[in-house]
């Protein structure tokens, strides 16, 4: 499609949601929105990328700046225990059948297009013997874990990961406004060794940060060996001390 095309298509879409908007359908708004937003890179047009990110604003969705993240196969032998691993399964992606892929949600993790094992699991009361894995991960999966369940999540990583064992995560700052909002969401390019991948991953406000996941680290004996922070997006590589 014509980039001239794409911005007639992004305008009529974001004039139907200003007028739900104005008529208090906030679904169809949402919905509109979130083509719009789907479509408004091919045009490159700022103006109304910004348009786009007013009116979700309006609706109380609070969207980051788009992040990206190119990943590489880790280095382990073993079964990788992924957190979380439905949605997009981007780990699951990375090293298929070498994944045990976890998450609350059965749903998810029908929909993952992957050849890891997929298991319906709570993070905070995983069913594996102590001392299971050499890694496990967590994918932009805290974001969607409730903030009071954080703390349990680490204490049952460190139980089924062997002394050594390596728990990565990659997460996105969620800042604390004056202006509560409702959800927030992050559009986030995943770049693999063999495909890349556009996604957004949406949640209800809970804020964080990595000083959070620092703090639960030395609170759960793991040592903190690599890190870094790009954009909105960080990354924590610990090791399980023993
Ligand atoms: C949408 S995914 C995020 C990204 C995902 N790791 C990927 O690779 O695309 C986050 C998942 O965490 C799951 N989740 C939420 N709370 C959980 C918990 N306590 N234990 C395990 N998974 C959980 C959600 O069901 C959701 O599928």
Redesign the pocket.
Known sequence: MSVMNDEKNLSQLIKEAELNIAAGKQKEAEHQLFQAFGIVHQTRNPTLARKITELLEKIGLFLSPPQSIELSPLATEGFIL????????????LHGPQVVA????ER??SE?RNEALKIV????DLKFLPNSFDVCT????F????KS?HSK?FQEVNKVLKDNGQFLLWDVRIPSLKKQNRQFIVPLTVQLPNET?Q?G?GVRWQTQDINHFKELAKEHKFKVVDEWTESETFHLKLVKKH
């Open positions: 992924d957190i979380g691993g439905g949605g997009e399964g981007i780990i699951g992606k976890i998450d609350t949600s998810e993790l993952t699991m709570d993070g905070s967590a994918f932009f999966s974001m969607y874990i409730p369940e999540v991948v996604t991953y």
